[in-house]
């Protein structure tokens, strides 16, 4: 069965330092992944997701992540942080199925910046 | 255009009553899910809809219900309200299997 590791439930950097969220996966089939963002009191909204074609992904606000098959990471990275960063960031991917319409999330990583 | 709406966005309930979770879509999406997310835990699959008149389950359907009668709205029953059933629950929708999840903003349920 697929299933998503987060390392790190909390992660803090200083307004314009590198963000590094970590996040392994476990799959038998080729995975499609997918980081989403949560601000707070609102929904998730997709950052950027990977099915496949390019091994690294440009997403919205800066944001990329590199598919490493050899790793199972899927880590989601910006050089320059911004206050307007803080969230929580998940990543996902799709069920066993391989379907996208059954994502497994991860656990989250919360993404504190300060000044 | 409004996305995914869901009322209440707040409720408290005692143990054993029932209510209804409303969500409801303006994007004409053929797929709808009902997620739970607890501290911690990421978002777990309650039920699923890929049309009108068909839904399955997720990964923890015990204790709900779900209908589709319509492609609009996706509504979540809880019959007999249980503290475990404490959560934040988000609603989504997506044009096809391929396409990104749309989530609603979420109704945050208390049990006591």
């Known amino acids: 069965a697929q299933s998503v590791t987060q390392l790190g439930s909390h992660v803090s950097v200083s307004e314009g330092a590198l963000v590094l969220l970590r996040c392994n996966y476990s799959s038998s089939v080729p995975p499609y992944l997918f980081w989403y963002v949560q601000y707070p009191n609102q929904g998730l909204q997709l950052l950027l997701k990977?099915?496949?074609?390019?091994?690294l992904v440009k997403g919205i606000n800066g944001f990329e992540a590199e598919f490493k098959k050899s790793e199972t990471s899927f880590h989601l990275t910006k050089p320059s942080a911004h206050m307007s960063d803080a969230a929580e960031y998940f990543c996902a991917v799709s069920g066993d199925s391989g379907g996208y319409n059954k994502l497994i999330f991860g656990a989250g990583t919360r993404l504190a910046v300060h000044p | 255009n409004a996305g995914v709406t869901q009322t209440p966005k707040f409720r408290i309930l005692k143990i054993g009553q029932s209510m209804t979770l409303q969500c409801t879509q303006d994007m004409n999406h053929n797929y709808m899910y009902w997620y739970r997310q607890d501290p911690g835990m990421g978002l777990k699959l309650i039920y699923y809809s890929v049309g009108a008149g068909i839904t399955d389950k997720g990964e923890v359907p015990n204790g709900y219900n779900v209908s589709r009668s319509t492609t609009e709205d996706f509504p979540l029953r809880l019959e007999l309200a249980a503290p475990s059933q404490t959560s934040v629950y988000f609603c989504?929708?997506?044009?096809?299997?391929?396409?990104?999840?749309?989530f609603g903003n979420g109704t945050r349920l208390t049990v006591t």
């Open positions: 990977y099915t496949s074609a390019a091994t």
């Open positions: 989504a929708s997506s044009y096809s299997p391929e396409s990104p999840l749309h």
